[in-house]
């Protein structure tokens, strides 16, 4: 590998497989292309041959930079791994003793669904709380005297399961006119009949 020119890729035989190396792989630890040999001539024209990078030089750098990705995936799951654990031991969640996970030096995998749990509650407040604060809203603008005889008469008609562009509620889920109990307002002030 060492007379190898750093123009050029060399194809070794290995076993049934084809390896493209490059000058350094060994030093460095890249990831090596890997083609079968059904994909050559036959052996006898593959061992020795050299082969310009110019060839090969993009299979490389797509193989090099999906390992990349992956590695960085990795990154991002461990991190997240850690911060649940952070937060489950905050909470003072206790160990599973007999998660199977355990044995694998991984905690989450016998509490996640604590954490699933957790989230879906905190979902359903924060939905809640945009409920109310849309209502507010909208109930608020609605009881604008000035415009409230100009908005009298113009609605739009609709399914209740229809959802909001803004909010993604359903128009159902939109507070009622104060004026009018068959009238729902959108978070655009639109009124909608159901």
Known sequence: MREA??????????????IYE???????GNPLD?????????ATDVTGLRFKAKDVAKRLQLTWNTYSDLLAERDKLLAFK???HARLDVAGVSVDPESPHKAEGCRVGGRLDEVIDERDR?????SRLNKRLLRATVTAAAEDPVKADARRENFIRAGGGVVC?????AYSDHPQDPKDEFLNILCDRTRVKL
Request: aromatic share 2%; with cysteine.
């Open 82 to 84: 850690q911060y649940v």
């Open 165 to 169: 562009g803004d909010c993604g509620l």
């Open 122 to 126: 905190l979902r359903v407040i924060v």
């Open 5 to 18: 020119n750093l123009a050029e890729v060399r194809l070794n035989l290995d076993g049934n497989d084809l």
């Open 22 to 28: 490059t000058p350094g792989d060994v030093e460095r």
């Open 34 to 42: 890997i083609v079968t040999v059904a994909e050559a001539h036959s």
